[in-house]
């Protein structure tokens, strides 16, 4: 069975500096990763998903995130924060269309930008 | 529609009672998926669906749950004789299928008092 561990439940970080959100997994086969962001209030949003190919993956909002096959890990990043970044963060594994694209999700990491 | 729906936003409810949860896909998309939020934890699989056919309940904790989407569309998650432990968030998503990531709907936000 696959498992995806956030270290950090919270990220303070000051608008502008850059920020990592730090993601690894554990999976005995190919996977297929995901970034979610949640806003207060609101559903869950796709910010972006490694799926093959280039292991640099830019989405949405200026992040992008790195698969790292060897370390098992799938960092995301943003070179700049913004005061509206602040939501939370979350990293999800699949294991491809056998397990019916079922996602395990990881604890979350709350990032917070302030001024 | 636009978006995947939920309904109700937030249900209160006695312990004991049953509830049902509504989800609205978006259209056309062909699998279903339901997902339980406690707070402070990232969403959990709960079971998932294509078209009408259910494909997967491992997730459903126990017999108190279950779910149906009986004409491919719309899906209810049911939960007999609620209990407090059952007080969550709970999601609703909706993909095209493969591995393209899903839709969130915004939740059901259900408390067992």
């Known amino acids: 069975a696959q498992s995806v561990t956030q270290l950090d439940s919270q990220v303070p970080v000051f608008e502008e500096a850059p920020v990592e959100l730090r993601c690894n997994y554990s999976s005995s086969v190919s996977v297929y990763l995901f970034w979610y962001v949640q806003y207060p209030n609101q559903g869950l949003q796709l910010l972006l998903k490694y799926l093959s190919g280039s292991t640099l993956v830019k989405g949405i909002n200026g992040f992008e995130a790195e698969f790292n096959k060897s370390q098992t890990s799938f960092h995301l990043r943003k070179p700049s924060v913004h005061i509206s970044d602040t939501a939370e963060y979350f990293c999800?594994?699949?294991?491809?269309?056998?397990?019916?694209?079922?996602?395990?999700f990881g604890t979350g990491t709350q990032l917070k930008v302030e001024l | 529609g636009a978006g995947v729906s939920q309904s109700p936003r937030y249900k209160v409810t006695k312990r004991g009672q049953d509830v049902a949860l509504r989800c609205d896909p978006i259209?056309?998309?062909?699998?279903l998926y339901w997902y339980r939020q406690a707070l402070g934890q990232g969403p959990e699989f709960l079971t998932y669906f294509n078209y009408e056919a259910q494909q997967d309940k491992s997730g459903l904790p126990n017999d108190r749950f279950s779910a149906e989407r009986p004409e491919g569309s719309i899906s209810t998650l049911t939960i007999q004789r609620t209990e407090q432990r059952d007080s969550a968030m709970y999601r609703c998503?909706?993909?095209?299928?493969?591995?393209?990531?899903?839709?969130f709907g915004s939740g059901t936000r259900l408390t067992v008092v």
């Open positions: 259209s056309g998309h062909v699998s």
């Open positions: 999800a594994v699949s294991v491809g269309t056998g397990g019916g694209n079922k996602l395990t």
């Open positions: 998503a909706s993909s095209l299928g493969g591995s393209m990531g899903y839709t």
